[in-house]
């Protein structure tokens, strides 16, 4: 008898359980994949648009971890190569894909910085992640050639796979002296609302709320 209730009080408990992981969906992770605009270069990182993105998800429910995996000075090259081991390690449902910033600066060939976005669009997609592109802009002293095709690569991208694209992350900041640091880079502590202003937008079509 006293197996036989051991048995049922078992049952009783192992149902419990279930019922309760079933109710409590797992997290759901953002990864931000970018570059020194996302790493909060020369601020604290607790300042930039990623902690604020997190903050504000937080605070109107959605169920989302935000990781940022962002290097300052990356390439699309050397974020090609690191982003297979971060899908496998955060298995994110949205990446929000931030880079070609330095490879414009350092006029590296376009056709090379589309190929290695693609890559990454279609690596995020296989890992059955949504993807958000943002765009950046590079001064017109690259020469109008260059420059029109360098941004010209998101707005493809964004056709070719049917994602959303925030043409220019800086939008409204850049030509702002007083949103941004002394380099004429890098957006400052008061720049940092409107880059996750101009986020939103486009982020908040692909949220889910558990």
């Keep these: 008898m006293n197996r036989l209730m051991s048995a049922f009080a ?25 570059d020194s605009i996302s790493a909060g270069y020369g601020i604290r990182v607790d300042q930039g648009w ?10 109107q429910g ?17 974020g090609l190569a690191r982003l297979p081991r971060a899908l496998a390690v955060q298995k994110p449902a949205i990446v929000i894909l931030e880079l070609g910033g330095n490879d414009g600066l350092r006029a590296l060939p376009v056709l090379q ?25 590079i001064p017109p002293n690259y020469g109008p050639v260059y ?20 043409p220019f992350l800086l939008e409204e900041v850049a030509l702002n002296a007083n949103l941004m640091q002394a ?6 502590v008061d720049g940092q609302p409107k880059l996750l202003e101009n986020i ?3 982020l908040s079509k692909i949220l889910v709320k558990n």
């Design 10 to 34: 078992l049952a009783a408990l192992t149902a419990i359980m279930s019922s309760a992981t079933a109710a409590s969906p797992a997290v759901r992770t953002i990864l931000v994949f970018g």
């Design 147 to 166: 420059t029109q095709q360098f941004h010209a690569v998101y707005d493809d991208i964004g056709r070719y796979f049917k994602i959303p694209v925030l």
């Design 183 to 188: 380099d004429g880079i890098h957006p400052n």
């Design 50 to 59: 990623v902690s604020l993105l997190r903050r504000r998800l937080e605070s």
């Design 200 to 202: 939103w937008p486009s």
């Design 62 to 78: 959605y169920g989302y971890r935000v990781v940022n995996a962002s290097v300052s000075g990356e390439t699309t090259a050397g």
């Design 113 to 137: 910085m589309r190929s290695n976005l693609m890559r990454m669009v279609t690596l995020s997609r296989e890992a059955g992640a949504k993807i958000l592109l943002v765009g950046m802009r």
